[in-house]
């Protein structure tokens, strides 16, 4: 399994269990999951062009050089609610905020990949 294949396989796996989080009210966890699907669909995209990442600082500028304004925007929201839900995470308003980032998110790297990425 190539890299792109492999970063895929993990953001489907974690978008199932965040989707699952949140219907049961698992806040806490929301956060969490949200930005590891992010960072997975990002590390995805850069494996296409055998791209790795050694720190978070490089997946962040990688992000803020590649993707329009609305979606770094909305991945900036959904990597701040990783700490806001974690530390605060009986509010379902952010972590709801979250799952809508997440939506913006995943919408872009669907058309971006050519590829339904939930399942």
Same mark, same amino acid.
């Given at each position: 399994? #190539?890299?792109?294949?492999?970063? *895929? =396989? $993990?953001? =489907?796996?974690?978008?199932?269990?965040?989707?699952? !989080?949140?219907?049961? #009210?698992? &806040?806490?966890?929301?956060?969490?999951? !949200?930005?590891?699907? +992010?960072?997975?669909? +990002?590390? !995805?995209?850069?494996?296409?062009?055998?791209? &790795?990442? #050694?720190? &978070?600082?490089? =997946? &962040?500028?990688?992000?803020?050089?590649?993707?329009?304004?609305? *979606?770094?925007? !909305? $991945?900036?929201? +959904?990597?701040?609610?990783?700490?806001?839900?974690?530390?605060?995470?009986?509010?379902? #308003? =952010?972590?709801?905020?979250? *799952?809508?980032?997440?939506?913006? +998110?995943?919408?872009?790297?669907?058309?971006?990949?050519?590829?339904? *990425?939930?399942?």
């Amino acid at each position: 399994m #190539g890299e792109y294949e492999k970063h *895929i =396989r $993990m953001a =489907r796996e974690k978008l199932k269990a965040v989707r699952n !989080a949140f219907k049961k #009210g698992q &806040h806490t966890v929301v956060g969490d999951l !949200a930005t590891k699907v +992010v960072e997975q669909l +990002v590390e !995805a995209d850069a494996a296409r062009e055998n791209t &790795h990442f #050694g720190t &978070h600082l490089e =997946r &962040h500028q990688f992000s803020g050089d590649r993707y329009p304004k609305e *979606i770094n925007s !909305a $991945m900036k929201k +959904v990597w701040f609610a990783y700490g806001d839900l974690g530390y605060d995470g009986v509010n379902g #308003g =952010r972590a709801k905020r979250a *799952i809508e980032n997440l939506d913006k +998110v995943l919408k872009y790297f669907e058309n971006k990949f050519g590829e339904q *990425i939930e399942e």
